[in-house]
T-cell receptor, first 115, second 112 residues
């Protein structure tokens, strides 16, 4: 069964460092998303991406964040200068939107710890 | 904008007892509803979904949920829980004009 894969599973970084989280969406999906979950809190939408551009972003997704689809398979989330409050689990998701039902397929997540 | 409320942050229940995890969504003309499960140190796995049709939806691992439009609810139920059901459960809603929105989650703890 096709699945969304994410790397790394866990990354520890120093405050102020750049971090890139990588995702390989399901191959025939066209819509890509990043969500995050701060420990003990709800899963929050960050950004959606379609046709090589951001289609929607939340107020959390400020100038420190960027997304990119550098090739035909990867979808990355970059945090330019990490802050302590960026520590969270980051989930990548994809969908085909053949039927626009909002159903997303999630990866296992990348846990980011900022020290 | 769509919102999802999970009133119970934690639900402890004894093994083999029934359980209900509550979820309410803000009213919308059309809404699609989901329950995701997150086992310890794992990602989000789709448990079940309501898109249309029968209001009683069956999912994996013996879970089911009922869509109640008049009460704007989508409560998750299981008649007999197992230790392995211990996890975080998230209700989510999509109404076509915003991204999928999650509730705060309910931590189900099954006690032997």
């Amino acid at each position: 069964e096709p699945e969304v894969t994410q790397t790394p599973s866990h990354q520890v970084t120093q405050m102020g460092q750049e971090v890139i989280l990588r995702c390989v969406p399901i191959s025939n999906h066209l819509y890509f998303y990043w969500y995050r979950q701060i420990l003990g809190q709800k899963v929050e939408f960050l950004v959606s991406f379609y046709n090589n551009e951001i289609s929607e972003k939340s107020e959390i997704f400020d100038d420190q964040f960027s997304v990119e689809r550098p090739d035909g398979s990867n979808f990355t989330l970059k945090i330019r200068s990490t802050k302590l409050e960026d520590s969270a689990m980051y989930f990548c998701a994809s969908s085909s939107r053949l039927r626009n039902t909002g159903e997303l397929f999630f990866g296992e997540g990348s846990r980011l710890t900022v020290l | 904008a769509q919102s999802v409320t999970q009133l119970d942050s934690q639900v402890p229940v004894f093994e083999e007892a029934p359980v209900e995890l509550r979820c309410n969504y803000s009213s919308s003309v059309s809404v699609y509803l989901f329950w995701y499960v997150q086992y310890p140190n794992q990602g989000l796995q789709l448990l079940l979904k309501y898109l249309s049709g029968s209001t009683l939806v069956k999912g994996i691992n013996g879970f089911e949920a009922e869509f109640n439009k008049s009460q704007t609810s989508f409560h998750l139920r299981k008649p007999s829980v197992h230790i392995s059901d211990t996890a975080e459960y998230f209700c989510a809603a999509y109404s076509g004009n915003t991204p999928l929105v999650f509730g705060k989650g309910t931590r189900l703890s099954v006690i032997a």
